[in-house]
């Protein structure tokens, strides 16, 4: 790696927390902050909209409250990964991180079982945190809990438990525990609940930042590098409504743009700015599509309308009428005054999008007749059920006028607040009011957006735990004083009295719709009459393992499918293509709707982590295998028979894993698997497929520890790359002395963590340290690594749960140089978990000069042509993921014959001989360990690309 500083890498950071130099307008934050535990606050909820910098809020307290350190310890936790963990699990999780991040001595402090706190959480308050409290001699705790909002969403039951029984109950019984939670903005306004507890949470809400502060954010990560006019300043802040992350994006596109164009030299002007608009958009896809996901059907509509009206200057509810004529009014404007209350629209007479480069972002992939569309999709069966019940049925649930029974009106819970009361509300027992007239009279007097009505039913059908119920069959009011001093019953604890007073005809009535009414995609009838999600994890083509990607016609043709109308099924699959073609299910539905047409199918199956973290990999998998069978499908197949895939969601969890194994053993007609993408996963798997001898090819899982005799390996293993890195580092830079940081729980990161130190340390070379992900500040683990351990270069090697500390360790590096500039940098180095555009944005300048070994390069000549006629298919590039799955599905494709069974496939597989321009470039034949014979590629970050490493030394080719 050159050491010296160089100008023209890119400062501003794109996805990731930043560090206390790049953040900008919040230390008024963090005096308050300090203020209130200092008042003993003991619940601090700090919440904003997505993406304003939360994380990086929680990142920076420990170093801005360090005067607080003598009475105050930190420990950050989040909750973004436990979004489906049950909550002794999240509590044995919570646990070993206060250890770890408080460097404890474990032999003291007596860890909980997860076994103990499943069956008892008073566990973790009543004997684990004590033994904290001893141990920190008179310290309070501060607990920080990010993506509190994440967790919420994904589990409402085990959130409530949480918040309600373990952290109130805890905060009550104790002095020396405070908790910071951070939430999304949307969820904190509708969340009456946290509110409601005003004597013990704090709020304080991160906003937008002003025009001054959004300036400095602007100009100082490239003072002295860039500079900019002040018309662009404005036109900036135009585009970004002071949002951080939005405004970093924009000038992050905006200093490529003057990179590449040797005009580092020159004022950023308005121009400039308009010039990289649509690169910026491209840039935050990501973060706006996250942005998307959380609002309503009917938010998605008023938000396409507003934002096509600030083209056209017609008034945003004539655009709706124009497209909808039946939709009620009154909820648009309830609606559009929500979005006005969370800022996503302007506080003006006027309405406006509030960020304007989400506007042009709506404008380009969320039109209005698209989102009317999916509204007509969700209420066009429902309108059918309801005009087939008799009128009478209907009466009792109506109030002044307002039809409750029915409530199609409403956005997402569009007939569901009913039957949802009936399986999950239940009314406090000392209310005798008709629950059709308390229904009705919530959607009457309701001022906040009707799509939150559930939560008020909630709120006005639950007895809150901690309040004292003064009531009385005559008098219906509530005491919501909490009081600290008595017994607070727990949440579960709930009164369970169904609303005798509900006509029968009602029920009847309501559960009749139900049974006819159809589930939209990715969900399911239970007991013949709920629609509750469908956690089935395998699909041919008969459910959707992508519920958050909008696609009606693919839909559609799940629906046909299930009926076994293929021929219509492959028709509305072939729509849904056409209507976005980087929709890789529906590619894959459509093959299959194909095969079973022939009849006879050849099935193999593909197991992928479907899960919000890992959902882009997921993707990447399918591609590949999704171009194998539609090319082999396209060629008239085998003697006419053609290729159905099943695809199974293993959520890169080793438990979710082992249920959808078993399903696919069970299948007979299921010929081999492509899969899992963890190590870990496979790994817990092998003796499963090996029992069934049901052959399995890995397109991802690199661990030397994966060994059977029915597994085949496609990819490097992390033996060839450990090798590859050591040779190099060792002969070619010249270094001798190196750390690792690694994930020791990982199979992948102590596997390659290994081959690379025993091949090092044979041809003479010394790991002098090894450090995990673990640690609060990396800067510490650089500055040691240099100076006392003398080290020159560090290993990375993440897995892909810790991607992001990796770039976080880079950014160490480069922090510790820039503070240090006499010293010698870390020349970093790592394997195939890094090669992604995400280090390129996210790691910016503290990634530039990384070296890393992957399986594949598009930028190479043998991978060109595959690269080529990947991106003609899928609109765009593909990573190394989509190629070894390419190669794994055409390895399965060859082994198959007429009389094809499991064990001729897996015989099969012995003697597959592809040549390169069968495969993603370069030859395929197994070795007799059923490892692949490939060379890994070395790659390097230059000017913000990954670059291939010619090791001869000759030349450097450019990746697209």
């Known amino acids: 790696m050159n050491t010296s500083f160089k100008p023209q890498r890119n400062p501003y950071v794109l996805g990731r927390p930043v560090n206390q130099a790049l953040l900008f307008g919040r230390e008024s934050l963090f005096v308050d902050i300090r203020h209130y535990l200092q008042q003993h606050k003991q619940v601090i909820v700090l919440y904003g909209q997505r993406r304003i910098g939360k994380s990086s809020v929680v990142r920076n307290i420990t170093n801005q409250l360090q005067d607080l350190q003598e009475n105050f310890v930190f420990v950050t936790f989040s909750l973004e990964y436990y979004s489906q963990q049950s909550l002794g699990r999240i509590l044995a999780e919570l646990a070993k991180e206060i250890i770890s991040d408080l460097s404890l001595e474990q032999e003291n402090i007596k860890i909980p079982e997860i076994t103990d706190l499943e069956s008892n959480d008073g566990v973790f308050s009543k004997e684990f945190l004590p033994q904290i409290y001893q141990a920190l001699n008179g310290k309070n705790l501060v607990l920080l809990l990010d993506d509190f909002d994440i967790f919420i969403n994904k589990h409402t039951e085990i959130s409530l438990k949480l918040f309600y029984e373990n952290l109130f109950s805890i905060i009550h019984n104790t002095q020396k525990l405070f908790v910071i939670l951070l ?115 009917l938010e998605k509509i008023v938000l396409s309308a507003v934002a096509e009206s600030q083209e056209t200057s017609e008034d945003y509810l004539d655009l709706i009428k124009a497209n909808k004529a039946d939709l009620d009014i009154n909820l648009i404007i309830k609606t559009k005054e929500y979005l006005k209350e969370n800022e996503f629209l302007e506080q003006t007479k006027d309405e406006k999008v509030k960020i304007e480069l989400f506007r042009k972002w709506i404008r380009q992939t969320h039109p209005l007749t698209e989102e009317i569309g999916t509204l007509e999709k969700l209420t066009q069966k429902e309108t059918q059920s309801d005009a087939q019940l008799p009128e009478e049925n209907i009466t009792g649930l ?112 309501t559960i009749y719709r139900l049974y006819t009414q159809p589930c939209p995609a990715g969900e399911k009838k239970e007991f013949g009459i709920w629609c509750v999600v469908d956690n089935s994890r395998i699909s041919r083509g008969d459910k959707t393992l992508f519920p958050n990607i909008t696609n009606i016609r693919r839909d559609q043709g799940i629906q046909a499918f299930k009926k076994g109308d293929y021929q219509q099924a492959e028709k509305l699959f072939k729509q849904a293509i056409q209507a976005n073609n980087t929709d890789v299910e529906s590619r894959i539905y459509y093959n299959n709707a194909l095969a079973r047409q022939k009849g006879s199918p050849f099935t193999l199956a593909v197991v992928v982590p479907i899960d919000r973290e890992t959902n882009n990999i997921a993707q990447e998998i399918l591609r590949g295998v999704a171009q194998a069978q539609n090319q082999f499908n396209q060629n008239k197949g085998l003697n006419g028979r053609l290729l159905e895939i099943v695809i199974g969601n293993d959520s890169n969890n080793s438990n979710e894993a082992k249920a959808v194994v078993n399903a696919i053993i069970k299948d007979s007609s299921i010929l081999g698997v492509i899969g899992h993408n963890s190590s870990d996963v496979t790994k817990s798997l092998l003796q499963d497929y090996e029992k069934a001898k049901l052959a399995i090819i890995s397109p991802t899982a690199t661990s030397a520890d994966l060994k059977s005799s029915v597994f085949f390996r496609v990819v490097d293993s992390d033996k060839i790359t450990g090798q590859k890195l050591a040779n190099y580092v060792f002969n070619s830079l010249k270094l001798k002395q190196v750390v690792i940081f690694a994930n020791p729980e990982s199979a992948y990161s102590k596997s390659i963590s290994e081959a690379f130190t025993n091949d090092f340390q044979k041809q003479g070379g010394e790991v002098v340290k090894k450090y995990s992900f673990n640690s609060s500040f990396f800067g510490d683990d650089i500055d040691e690594s240099i100076n006392t351990y003398k080290a020159e270069a560090a290993m990375l090697f993440p897995d892909t749960k810790n991607t992001g500390k990796a770039i976080e360790i880079a950014q160490a590096n480069l922090d510790f140089y820039k503070n240090r500039p006499d010293q010698q940098m870390l020349q970093l180095l790592g394997g195939d978990t890094l090669y992604s555009y995400e280090t390129l944005m996210q790691g910016g300048e503290a990634v530039e000069g990384m070296i890393l070994s992957v399986p594949w390069f ?11 006629k990947s991106k003609e298919l899928w609109g765009g590039d593909v990573s190394w993921r989509t190629a070894t799955s390419y190669d794994a599905t055409q390895a399965f494709i060859k082994a198959l014959s007429n009389n094809a069974s499991r064990q001729t496939v897996l015989e099969g597989l012995k003697n597959v001989d592809l040549s390169a321009n069968e495969t993603s470039g370069y030859p395929l034949k197994f070795t007799d360990n059923m490892e692949r014979d490939g060379k890994p590629v070395l790659l390097e970050v230059k000017n913000g690309k990954f670059v291939q490493i010619d090791e001869s030394k000759a030349s450097l080719l450019d990746s697209p």
Request: glycine share 2%; with cysteine; proline share 3%.
């Open 183 to 297: 939430m999304d903005k949307k969820l904190f306004n509708i969340s009456k609940k946290i509110r409601s507890f005003e004597n013990i949470v704090t709020v304080k809400e991160i906003k937008l930042l002003d025009q001054n502060t959004t300036t400095n954010l602007i100009n100082q990560p490239a003072q002295n590098i860039l500079e900019y006019g002040d018309d662009a300043i404005q036109a900036i802040f135009k585009l970004s409504a002071g949002h951080p992350y939005f405004t970093q994006v924009i000038c992050f596109a905006i200093f490529s743009r003057a990179r590449e164009n040797n005009k580092l030299d020159d004022k950023v002007n308005r121009e400039d700015v308009e010039a990289i608009i649509d690169k910026a958009i491209e840039l935050a896809e990501a973060g706006l599509s996250w942005f998307w996901e959380e609002f309503s059907i």
């Open 398 to 509: 109506t109030q002044k006028g307002t039809k409750v029974g029915v409530i199609h009106e409403l956005p997402l819970r569009k007939n569901k607040v009913f039957s949802h009361i009936l399986r999950k509300y239940y009314i406090n027992e000392n209310n005798n009011m008709e629950l059709s007239q308390i229904i009705a009279q919530i959607i009457e007097n309701t001022t906040t957006n009707t799509s939150n009505i559930h939560y008020e039913i909630e709120d006005r059908f639950f007895a809150k735990p901690y309040e004292i119920a003064n009531q009385t069959t005559s008098n219906h009011e509530v005491n919501h004083e909490v009081n600290t001093r008595q017994k607070k019953p727990p949440i579960l604890i709930i009164i369970i009295l169904v609303c005798l007073s509900v006509s029968t005809s009602i029920i009847l009535a």
């Open 858 to 868: 598009r930028g190479t000549s043998a991978a060109e042509e595959f690269a080529k």
